[in-house]
């Protein structure tokens, strides 16, 4: 195991950890196309124009689910053209804000997560909610957020379900009202590094993916 990134998955944890002082069951969930740039109904943040998007790369997507009001809605994040091309990831996950991520310790904000078969071989993951100086185009938007990082040990990530993540539709949520699932960018600090990466460190690989990603929604049912 690379102890270089467990340091950067411990450091990714404590990042939010930092910024966090930042049932019933859906109906069916269906993995969506792949599309041709993001979903625009979710702001995409900023990656650097100097680098050049692959032709080609991980097409990362969510899936579009319904729950009625009152219910938990299982919504999925998937890649395709990634297999065996990537070893680590750290996403921040949009939604909107009106729905409640279910939580494994609301104290210390860990989400509630399942990893899916594209990570049957990951070493490591975490997932919290970013709670506190969330990024004004978010809040602006309506849209809360949480970060997803994980690590395999050499490029072992697959294609197909990386995750799905749980989220409690409100009690008094209008039928037909939809609400968006996304993927936000931010850009790299010291502190963390948003990233969709190989161990060949290919940016532009990373960037088709941050460019490319296909938005999921929860509709009421």
Same mark, same amino acid.
């Given at each position: ?22 049932? $019933? ?21 900023? +990656?650097? @124009? ?14 579009? =689910? ?10 999925? &994040? #998937? *890649? ?14 949009? +939604? ?16 509630? #997560? @399942?990893?899916? $078969? ?7 993951? =975490?997932?919290? &909610? ?7 185009? &978010?809040? $602006? ?11 395999? @040990? ?8 990386? *995750?799905?993540? #749980? ?10 009202? =939809? +609400? ?19 161990? @060949? ?6 960037? +088709? ?8 929604? *929860?509709?009421?049912?």
């Amino acid at each position: 195991m690379n102890f270089k990134r467990i340091i950067a998955i411990a450091a990714a944890a404590a990042m939010l950890a930092l910024s966090a002082a930042c049932s $019933d069951s859906a109906s069916s969930s269906n993995t969506p196309s792949a599309g041709s740039k993001a979903d625009t109904t979710s702001p995409t943040g900023y +990656y650097s @124009d100097d680098i050049k998007a692959a032709v080609e790369g991980p097409q990362l997507m969510f899936s579009n =689910v319904e729950a009625a009001a009152g219910e938990t809605a299982e919504v999925s &994040l #998937y *890649v395709s053209g990634a297999a065996n091309k990537w070893t680590m990831c750290g996403l921040h996950i949009t +939604y909107g804000d009106e729905l409640m991520p279910v939580m494994s310790d609301a104290e210390q904000n860990f989400v509630e #997560y @399942d990893l899916g $078969d594209a990570s049957k071989r990951s070493s490591g993951s =975490v997932c919290m &909610l970013w709670k506190n100086q969330v990024a004004k185009e &978010l809040t $602006d938007n309506h849209l809360g957020s949480l970060f997803f990082t994980e690590i395999f @040990d050499g490029d072992k990530g697959g294609d197909g379900e990386i *995750v799905k993540f #749980y989220f409690k539709v409100p009690e008094k949520a209008k039928k037909g009202t =939809v +609400y968006p699932i996304g993927i936000y960018y931010m850009p790299p600090t010291e502190e963390r590094e948003d990233m969709f990466i190989g161990t @060949d460190g290919d940016k532009s690989r990373e960037k +088709y993916a941050f460019a490319n990603w296909t938005g999921g929604s *929860v509709t009421v049912k």
